[in-house]
């Protein structure tokens, strides 16, 4: 695809087509199943199949399916134009998925792409099957995740912008607990990533394997999904990855903070049991109207400044939650702490104390550094819970030492994961890992919310930042006034002074 198209519309041409592959392969094991259980001849079932397209996972029309795809030598372009088109009209679940990608558009009245170029492609692909008995779904995802990255990084772009690291997105999963039947948000959802983790989550804890492969029993209602994207390239990425995990699942595209698309009847917020996000940090693209005009009441704690939204799209997450929800996000470092230096700091100080306050923080976890593709620095995972099971208290967990070493990037084995899992769900203090920490002495720290703070993993030696420093001065200093002024009224009642 090097030449004509540009490397972020690499994943335009070549996902769809891996996306065709997969669904091909397992329609036709779909056929396989249906032959068995009617014990007639796979020609039979394929027009039993066609007559009524309820008795599959879903319905690939013969002109649309890869093996009569993979035969085509001329006008492959406007063949695989017209599949896509029908794979949608078909599948009501995929509209609006493959309109943005026109295999036979021209510039200057030459073809953009030629025949020769996904049909090469096409080649490569065939080399391999797909079906379900070849990989797994997520198997499938963790190669879209591979390909996003790669597409991003040709393209001087920010891989973290469409995806979260996978062994993250699992840690986010088990910190939300995803019961069955639950309706679970991410405002921002990308490619679906953090959404499928929590469905496959499930199956994990409520799966019973068949034929080798987990499924939920038919007493176990799966969760359902709903995600907003801004971006229209990577809304059709997360329809693909939520079509191809099987996953019930809503996905509108829009703007969330400006025109955010799950309302109720009432053209009130619609609210969830469970709420996730890895939304861009520090963004400054909101201006105080999206606050001030908000006619949703989303931003009771205080509107954030224009330099970054970090504290109102946590707002709008607490929002978008059932009175007993819980939401799991990731932060920049700079968002939990004081003194970012940014211009508005004490604006975003003032949402994050009322947060605070309001006993809505459960748990903050510093997450080791360079593991995200498009930063080296640690961030913070926030744990908001409208139903906390230890009020007044926030724990607190160290985890910066918790990875496994990489290249180019570090890694969160599975060990990792299971004991940041268990600090974070358990009420059991570790030293030099994890403690919980009062409200009161959240704000005797000027409501920083880092770890560090708290917690010392003993590696090193702590050295404050200025901003924090000065904030810790004032408080002992403050302290100091407070017990001189009592030791002078307990002097005065001896009557020694």
């Keep these: 695809m090097r030449g004509p198209v540009d490397a972020p519309k690499y994943k335009d041409f070549i996902l769809p087509l891996m996306f065709l592959k997969r669904v091909s392969h397992v329609f ?11 014990a007639v001849p796979h020609a039979t079932a394929l ?23 993979i035969k085509v030598r001329a006008g492959l372009g406007q063949r695989l134009t017209t ?3 029908d794979l949608e009209r078909q599948n009501p679940m995929l509209a609006g998925t493959f309109g943005n ?8 009245g030459e073809r953009i792409v030629t025949d020769d170029h996904p049909a090469e492609v096409m080649q490569v692909l065939n080399k391999h099957r797909l079906g379900l008995r070849d990989v797994q779904p997520d198997l499938i995802g963790d190669a879209y995740e591979y390909l996003l990255a790669k597409f991003a990084e040709g393209s001087g772009q920010s891989p973290g912008e469409f995806y979260t690291p996978r062994q993250v997105a699992r840690l986010m999963a088990r910190l939300l607990e995803p019961q069955p039947g639950m309706e679970i948000y991410d405002p921002c959802c990308g490619w679906f990533s953090l959404l499928i983790k929590c469905a496959m989550r499930l199956l994990e804890t409520r799966g019973v394997e068949r034929n080798g492969r987990l499924e939920l029993p038919s007493s176990v209602p799966p969760v ?21 995990h099987q996953v019930e699942a809503r996905i509108e595209v829009g703007d969330t903070m400006n025109r955010p698309r799950f309302l109720q009847g009432d053209g009130s917020m619609k609210r969830f049991d469970r709420v996730t996000a890895n939304r861009m940090w520090n963004q400054d693209i909101f201006r105080q109207s999206t606050y001030e005009n908000d006619t949703y009441g989303r931003f009771p704690y ?14 709008h997450m607490l929002a978008s939650l059932k009175p007993n929800g ?25 949402s994050r104390q009322k947060v605070v306050e309001a006993d809505l923080v459960e748990t903050v976890i510093l997450r080791p550094a360079n593991i995200f593709t498009n930063m080296n620095g640690p961030s913070e995972i926030l744990v908001l819970n409208k139903a906390k099971p230890r009020r007044g208290e926030t724990l607190i967990i160290n985890a910066s030492g918790e990875f496994g070493k990489g290249r180019p ?43 560090s703070r708290y917690v010392s993993d003993g590696a090193s030696e702590d050295v404050l930042p200025l901003e924090e420093a000065v904030v810790l001065l004032r408080a002992a200093e403050e302290e100091a006034k407070i017990a001189d002024s009592k030791l002078n009224e307990i002097l005065a009642t001896l009557g020694l002074v």
Excluded at 101 to 108: F, L, M, V
Excluded at 236 to 244: R, T, Y
Excluded at 326 to 350: F, H, M, N, Q, Y
Excluded at 426 to 431: A, I, P, R, V
């Design 409 to 451: 990037k570090n890694e969160l084995t599975d060990a990792n994961l299971d004991r940041i899992t268990a600090a974070g769900l358990t009420s059991n203090d570790q030293e030099g890992f994890s403690t919980h920490v009062t409200t009161a002495e959240i704000a005797k720290n000027d409501y920083n919310l880092s770890p």
């Design 83 to 85: 599949a896509f088109r």
């Design 101 to 108: 990608t026109d295999w036979n558009a021209t510039h200057a």
């Design 326 to 350: 819980k939401a799991v996000v990731i932060l920049d470092t700079g968002a939990v702490s004081p003194g970012s230096g940014s211009p508005g700091s004490d604006r975003e100080r003032d």
């Design 224 to 244: 359902r999904l709903y995600g907003q994207e801004v971006l229209p390239s990577t809304y059709s990425m997360a329809k693909m990855n939520a079509f191809i």
């Design 28 to 38: 036709e094991y779909e056929v396989e199943r249906l032959s068995t259980e009617l």
């Design 302 to 315: 205080g509107f954030p400044p224009n330099s970054t939204a970090d504290w109102g799209r946590i707002q």
């Design 47 to 69: 027009e039993v199949a066609e007559s009524d397209h309820s008795l599959v996972r879903f319905f690939i029309p013969k002109d649309a399916r890869w093996q009569e795809l």
